[in-house]
């Protein structure tokens, strides 16, 4: 992974290492869905659904989960 600026919002990097140690291997991390319950469990207008995808993608690819792209 990518070093993190220093403005980023260590909760929401967090929430989303959670989410994705918790999902199953063998189905692919829905983006949507990721970014409901990741909003959900960490409420902060700090961060942008964009930003939050990069993270998303970028932490599942470090874990080898396929990435379904369904948010738009």
């Given at each position: 992974?990518?070093?993190?600026?220093?403005?980023?919002?260590?909760?929401?990097?967090?929430?989303?290492?959670?989410?994705?140690?918790?999902?199953?291997?063998?189905?692919?991390?829905?983006?949507?869905?990721?970014?409901?319950?990741i909003?959900?469990?960490?409420?902060?207008?700090?961060?942008?659904?964009?930003?939050?995808?990069?993270?998303i993608?970028?932490?599942?690819?470090?874990?080898?989960?396929?990435?379904?792209?369904?948010?738009?």
């Open positions: 992974m990518r070093p993190l600026p220093s403005n980023v919002d260590a909760d929401a990097v967090i929430e989303v290492g959670r989410y994705l140690d918790d999902h199953p291997k063998s189905t692919a991390v829905s983006m949507s869905d990721a970014l409901r319950v909003r959900r469990s960490v409420p902060t207008s700090r961060v942008s659904d964009t930003w939050l995808e990069e993270v993608v970028e932490s599942a690819a470090a874990r080898q989960l396929a990435i379904l792209l369904d948010n738009r």
